[in-house]
């Protein structure tokens, strides 16, 4: 009896684990698009770059160190927030004000979050 409990205790886990992982990537995906139609310039290494440039440089960078990210918030810290070579912020600006892409991204998912708890309570 207590074998099986364990085997059931051991499955809610990894559906748990698989559930988390799903809504990371949900996010994460959300987060790259949300830059790409954002239509906002992104200022990386003294070079300004489009929205959809600076959506695919965040995505082969988030490919690159994937095995890093657990949560969005790793996303943003490791793929979206500065140069890895350079260590320079990256910044956003959009109808005029400029900040720095990690607080920009992080206000964004705070607000996806918000707007999406029904939601993912209801799946």
């Known amino acids: 009896m207590q074998e099986i409990a364990s085997y059931m205790i051991a499955a809610l886990l990894l559906v ?16 790259l698009q949300y830059v790409e139609n ?4 992104f200022e990386r290494n003294g070079s300004v ?10 995505e082969r960078k988030y ?34 004000k400029r900040q720095t892409s990690a607080e920009w991204l992080n206000n964004e998912l705070a607000r996806y979050r918000t707007n999406n708890a029904g939601a993912t309570r209801l799946n």
């Open 63 to 96: 490919n690159y160190v994937r095995s890093r990210v657990a949560v969005t918030e790793d996303f943003i810290r490791y793929a979206a927030t500065e140069s890895s070579m350079s260590g320079s912020k990256y910044h956003v600006t959009c109808d005029g």
């Open 49 to 58: 770059y489009t929205s959809g440039e600076a959506r695919s440089h965040m």
């Open 16 to 31: 748990s684990a698989s559930a988390i992982l799903a809504e990371t990537q949900s996010e994460i995906q959300y987060l």
């Open 38 to 41: 954002s239509g906002c310039e």
